[in-house]
């Protein structure tokens, strides 16, 4: 039976040094954008604006109607830029298939991109100089390393590939000498996404399809870790077959009340970076 991983523990150490360095700062403001109502994306918001509370951070909320379009999403961002109250920005997806992703991200000032989802930001990344990391990476990490499970030689299979996570998270992984192997949609597809677990180390899901991941998949031993977020029955639930999931591996996360919990605290220590730039 898997142990869980004690997120709990580990954001308390984390929120403490939050609120100390952010005593030695001024007024900041972090803007929080989104596009419709996103049940994943609503959890993420109430989290967001409770920790701001909490560190007496102003936040702004802004939610565009579904059918915003690019220009208005990129007129948006032109004023969140230049507005000089505004520490960091988060754009906080899904977004509308509509959009190119790329014009978007490339739109954001890489000094407020506290998601790390610009291209300086990424390029910086690639380079081993990161400035702003995406903060679910991050807290990914953070599970792994404060869990003391090392990471060179280890087979970890990532599940999903965007920008925000599995991207970031397989360099991160890659220059910690891990040996990573990337599944998406393709894997799914061509029904090859259960041969490439079944010899996973670590297996990292972060896609938002509830029990994408069969528990029997996982290898025994393993070390799960599920960032996915979506919808089951009204209520939130991860990627992997939790149930079954637990009863073979030797770590896991849950969902809700696992790698999320983390993932705003590390969302708030690359504001608090923003705000010392
Ligand atoms: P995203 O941009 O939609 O990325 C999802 C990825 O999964 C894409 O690469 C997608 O491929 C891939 N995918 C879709 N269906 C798949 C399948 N059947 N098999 C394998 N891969 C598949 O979403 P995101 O922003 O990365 O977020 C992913 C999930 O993490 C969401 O549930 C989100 O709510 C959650 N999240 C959690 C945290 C946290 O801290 N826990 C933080 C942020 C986000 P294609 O794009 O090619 O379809």
Redesign the pocket.
Known sequence: MAEIIAVDQFSQGLKERLQKERKSLGSLKLASLSVGN?F??QS?LSSQKKLAQELQIEYLCLTLGENATQEEVLSQIQKLNTDKEITGIILN??FPESWQEHVVLAALSFKKDIEGMSPYNLGRLLQKDPLFVS??AL?VLECIDKSKVDLYGKEVTI????????KPLSILLADRFATVCI???????AGN?ASHLKNADIVIS????PN?IKGDWIKEGAIVID????QMKGKLAG?VEFEVAKNRASLITP?PG???K???LFLFSNLLKAAQL
């Open positions: 996103n994943a994306t993420y997806k899904p903060p679910t807290a599940v999903g590939f965007s920008t925000l996570i599995g599944t998406h949609i393709g894997t799914s597809q996404l972060a896609v938002g399809k994408l960032v996915g977020v979506g990627d969902v696992g790698v999320g983390l993932t705003t």
